[in-house]
């Protein structure tokens, strides 16, 4: 039999939200999130774009959590001396696309896109399940680099080495326009269906 895990904040002892898929639990209260991590939940910072006001009175208006990974890297040639090392901050969607292929992953996007975060209470909106966890989450920094870096290259073949430094989770509003979700940072329409 599983270990069962007590739903409540450890911050303020309030009740958290998800699903039974979830990986991730939000506090309402205290802002707070939580990762199941070897049967117990483990805390992360937890930050979160505004919505716009024009947008606040939509019905369809929802967070869609991602997880935040600050990460050190290092990209070398295989074919010559060229290389570098960098730092940066990747977004990860904490929820899994349908048709990604067709869709393409929002976080890889949001690499050349500044994300302003905001600490603090989220307005009382839905959060849409978070059930990809982070053991999945973080194998996509170093999928990111490698296709930005390809992709300059030009089929180079390459070594990239990632380190991982921090992790938290951020919440993005996406609001209902006709029959498409549109994400506050990519401005970018997706119909309900691709994302799960």
């Known amino acids: 039999m599983s270990d069962l895990i007590s739903l409540k904040c450890t911050e303020c002892s309030g009740s958290l939200t998800g699903e039974n898929n979830s990986r991730v639990f939000f506090c309402r209260l205290c802002s707070s999130s939580y990762y199941v991590y070897q049967n117990s939940l483990r805390r992360f910072p ?9 947008n606040l009175t939509q019905q369809k208006t929802v967070y869609f959590p991602f997880w935040q990974i600050e990460s050190q890297y290092k990209v070398q040639s295989k074919e010559s001396d060229w290389g570098y090392s960098g730092a940066g901050i990747f977004y990860i969607p904490a929820f899994f696309i349908r048709n990604i292929d067709y869709f393409g992953d929002i976080g890889y996007y949001y690499m050349q896109k500044k994300v302003i975060l ?27 680099l490698y296709k930005a870096e390809t992709l300059r290259r030009k089929g180079e073949g390459l070594d990239i080495n990632v380190k991982h430094k921090d992790f938290s989770v951020i919440l993005i509003p996406f609001y209902k326009t006709g029959f498409d979700y549109v994400d506050a940072v990519l401005s970018w329409k997706y119909p309900p269906g691709a994302l799960v």
């Open 118 to 144: 905001k600490p603090g209470k989220p307005q009382d909106l839905p959060i849409l399940p978070a059930d990809r966890g982070l053991k999945t989450a973080a194998k996509y920094p170093l999928i990111y």
């Open 46 to 54: 937890l930050h979160y774009i505004e919505p716009a006001a024009q």
